[in-house]
């Protein structure tokens, strides 16, 4: 256990409804990051989090993909309309001090979209 | 930016045979190089690490060694068993940057 909760562990839903992933890390880390995984393009940084603030959301595929942390024990990533090609293993991991750190990484959500 | 290229994408090895996996990378500013372990359905998780200013790191039978020269790094695994059997990613991360660039993943099966 990495201390990483995220929920759901698995969503199926219509192209075009709004799908809301949630991760809730333990206390003590400072960094938040929200990955992406699929075949063929592996395991993607879509937007990490310094302290709760966004520090690079380069990865982010589209506007239709938002993400926030309104305190230190929750995050969510949010698809809004979400179309087949977002389904993917979506990861959240955490570390405990600013500069090059472990990542831990929690279960994912698997997320697909029909 | 950062691209990392991973080698090979599957390996096939006998059981108690070494099993090597290699990376490259493009920034030489990187200096943090850790190695994840996936096995089906799980998260990655982290099993060795090494910093830019190591040439070589051993935890039992894992190693991983760098050559900042070359840009290039390498996971090492002696007397492999069945349980090694997973994916295996390396990633770099930039020097001033906390995120990890990875590769494509390394799928190793060890064979009984």
């Known amino acids: 256990d990495a201390g990483v909760i995220q929920s759901p562990r698995h969503e199926v839903t219509e192209m075009g409804q709004e799908v809301t992933l949630r991760c809730k890390p333990i206390?003590?880390?400072?960094?938040l990051f929200w990955y992406r995984q699929t075949m063929m393009r592996g395991l993607e940084l879509l937007i990490y989090f310094n302290n709760n603030v966004p520090i690079d959301d380069s990865g982010m595929p589209e506007d239709r993909f938002s993400a926030k942390m309104p305190n230190a024990s929750f995050s969510t990533l949010k698809i809004q309309p979400s179309e087949p090609r977002d389904s993917a293993v979506y990861f959240c991991a955490i570390s405990f001090s600013l500069g090059n750190q472990p990542q831990h990484f929690g279960d994912g959500t698997r997320l697909s979209i029909l | 930016g950062e691209n990392v290229e991973q080698h090979p994408s599957t390996l096939s090895v006998q059981e108690g045979d070494s099993a090597v996996i290699k990376c490259t990378y493009s920034?030489?500013?990187?200096?943090?190089f850790p190695w994840y372990k996936q096995e089906l359905g799980k998260r990655p998780q982290l099993i060795i690490d090494?910093?830019?200013?190591?040439g070589e790191k051993k935890d039992q039978r894992i190693a991983v060694t760098l050559n900042k020269t070359a840009k290039h790094f390498s996971l090492h695994i002696t007397e492999t068993q069945p349980e090694d059997s997973a994916v295996y990613f390396c990633?770099?991360?930039?020097?001033?940057?906390?995120?990890?660039?990875f590769g494509q993943g390394t799928r190793l099966t060890i064979n009984p």
């Open positions: 206390s003590g880390h400072n960094s």
């Open positions: 920034d030489s500013a990187s200096n943090y």
């Open positions: 090494i910093r830019s200013n190591v």
């Open positions: 990633a770099a991360s930039p020097q001033g940057a906390q995120k990890l660039v």
